[in-house]
């Protein structure tokens, strides 16, 4: 039996499913490691800004916890001068299609970016949710600090 899905989940927009595009292009293009190998570069992500920029970034994998894509993605938004995120999309290497993002990703995304939507594969096929629905009762660092 399948969980359903928040009431955010919907199908993705020609924009999002170029996003999608974009973070296969940018993985295959830089893997490091061939099929079935460990490697530093493994996943590619992609987001995209509110004034419909887009930006890619590559994991840098490290046994010391080393930045997963989407972080390094966002990063790069960021020192491009994007300050709102709309969308993030990882997608791993050799075909291994969209992944949704860790515990730690989805908490970046949620504190930096709460209206930001993500796509994620589902028993539906892959869907745009929201980011607040991929992490219920999430960690308020303003809460915490009240």
Not at 4 to 29: C, K, N, Q
Not at 98 to 127: F, M, W
């Amino acid at each position: 039996m399948s969980a359903a899905l928040p009431d955010s989940a919907r199908p993705l927009t020609e924009d999002e499913a170029a996003l999608v595009e974009l973070a296969r292009r940018t993985i295959d293009a830089t893997t490091d490691a061939g099929p079935d190998e460990d490697g530093v570069h493994t996943m590619g992500a992609a987001v995209r800004s509110i004034d419909g920029r887009l930006f890619a970034g590559v994991n840098l994998y490290h046994f010391t916890g080393g930045p997963c894509a989407e972080l390094v993605a966002l990063g790069t938004a960021r020192a491009a001068g994007a300050t709102e995120i709309t969308h993030v999309v990882a997608v791993g290497n050799h075909g291994r299609g969209v992944k949704a993002p860790c515990g730690r990703d989805r908490q970046v995304i949620a504190d930096l970016h709460p209206a930001a939507r993500v796509v994620v594969p589902t028993s539906e096929g892959l869907r745009s949710v929201s980011v607040r629905d991929l992490l219920p009762l999430q960690f308020d660092t303003a809460a915490e600090q009240a």
